[in-house]
């Protein structure tokens, strides 16, 4: 049986919003596994549906650039939020951004490949910053739309720099309405994918696997109504419908008014416009979003330096 730490229970608290006494007790029956665990809350009810971790543990900086119908987001990660804040660094992610964009390059590998403006390549430039600013740096990630007509626009929310922060957002919107309808509809649906946290555009992009989980959930839960059998496939096949219907993002209900479905305000959008508007696809960015940083008892630490 794994050890049940304090800092475990704070986790799956801080997670779930359930009580510490319930986190201990889930932990417990899932062998300290926090993901387990949290399903075996909200299988008890005592936890609701989480869209995605949103847990920034990770520094560094998210940065977007867009060009006309194209658009790049790319993540660099950093030991500390101190170096996010370094112009150094800053212009880095700031290139690193405006490289992939005019390469069309959307994989992280493959964009640290790639030349560098100052000479040599992205990776070997990361490099020299590590050495220079002393502190570990990392290409994690890079997202990429594009649209053959329309616009692309980018939204950093809470951001550091002109186009850097800790959640980037690209929205693309293919068609033939202008600009200047495109544009704030665009920047309207950015701001609400950074706050609701969509998993996918449609409820036909969720993850399989994602669906087939909360479905074991949603089973379990159901199983203990006592309810028959057909009333509880009933059950079963309407709360997973209603988990994709939350988190895909033409599904949601519109963060600026809390009722209409982000669909129909693209389509009420096209109308007024008297031209053709698609929500093709997006990309949303959260720094750090499923790396957990390493956590440690500093006093047990010092004892074991100590050999206590």
Known sequence: MAEITAAAVKELRDRSGAGMMDCKKALTEANGDIEAATDWLRAKGLAAAQKKSSRTAAEGLVGVAVAGTKGVAVEVNSETDFVAKNDQFQDFVRTTAQVALNSGVADAEALGAQAHPAGGTISEKLVANIATIGENQTLRRVGQVEVSQGVVVPYVHNAAAPGLGKIGVL???????????????????????????????????????????????????????????????????????????????????????????????????AKDAGASITLKNYVRFQLGEGIEKETSDFAAEVAAAAGV
């Open 171 to 269: 929205v693309a919107l293919e068609g033939d309405a202008p600009a200047d309808v495109l544009e704030p509809l665009g920047k309207q649906i950015a701001m609400h994918i950074a706050a609701a946290f969509p998993l996918a555009l449609s409820a036909a992009d969720i993850d399989p696997a994602l669906l087939e989980r909360e479905r074991a959930i949603a089973a379990e839960k159901a199983a203990e109504s006592g309810k028959p059998a057909e009333i509880v496939a009933k059950m079963v096949d309407g709360a997973v419908a209603k988990f994709a219907k939350e988190q895909a993002l033409l599904s949601q209900l519109f963060v600026m008014d809390n009722k209409t479905p982000v669909a129909d305000v693209v389509a009420k959008a």
